[in-house]
């Protein structure tokens, strides 16, 4: 498949470790995440909500989510985390996808949604994929999820195609 990107490359995001305050005043740290972030990365999907749940992901079983978390946590993968007050609260990851390309998925606890963690997430995870050189991002986002396609449009994610119920859309870093 070949993806459609735009022709000017994205300004430099902010990099990995960083903190900043939401709109409802807390202090959130945005840090690079690995295998060593593992369970609260799995403390924070096992108490997702349910009707968050977008294109099959997170999956709501705990053994599924750990199987998850084994590929989108693995070597190849990047990856931040939201971090307010010791619990993981946001998660942000790049998958590789077999075109040398990257799909982006981001994930925020419902009561940090809407305070701007999910926008500071994105442009961190795209700081760090600047600094490790990765150029291709992508993803998929269900048409009628106003607050997510307008988060990827104000970080610099342009649409490049739409499907009955999905928008794809990509940044060229």
């Given amino acids: 498949m070949t993806r459609t990107y735009p022709d000017e490359p ?4 902010p990099r990995p470790p960083r903190t900043v305050t939401d709109r409802e005043d807390r202090d959130v740290e945005i840090l690079a995440a690995d295998m060593a ?14 009707a968050d749940r977008a294109q099959g992901i997170p999956p709501a079983r705990e053994e599924a989510i750990e199987d998850w978390l084994d590929t989108i946590l693995g ?9 307010h007050q010791g619990s993981v609260v946001g998660h942000a990851t790049l998958v ?23 926008t500071n ?18 993803l998929t986002v269900e048409r009628w999820n106003d607050p997510a ?9 342009e649409t490049t195609g739409a499907e009955s119920f999905e928008i794809e859309m990509s940044i060229r870093l």
């Fill in 10 to 13: 994205a300004d430099e995001f």
């Fill in 37 to 50: 972030n593992r369970q609260g990365v799995l403390e924070m999907y096992l108490s997702f909500d349910p």
């Fill in 75 to 83: 070597e190849d993968t990047l990856n931040v985390v939201a971090v």
């Fill in 96 to 118: 590789p996808d077999r075109h040398g390309e990257y799909e982006l998925a981001i994930f925020v606890l419902q009561p940090f949604q809407g305070a701007g963690i999910g």
């Fill in 121 to 138: 997430l994105v442009e961190t995870l795209l700081g760090l994929a600047q600094s490790k050189d990765l150029r291709k991002v992508w």
């Fill in 149 to 157: 396609v307008a988060l990827y449009r104000k970080v610099g994610f």
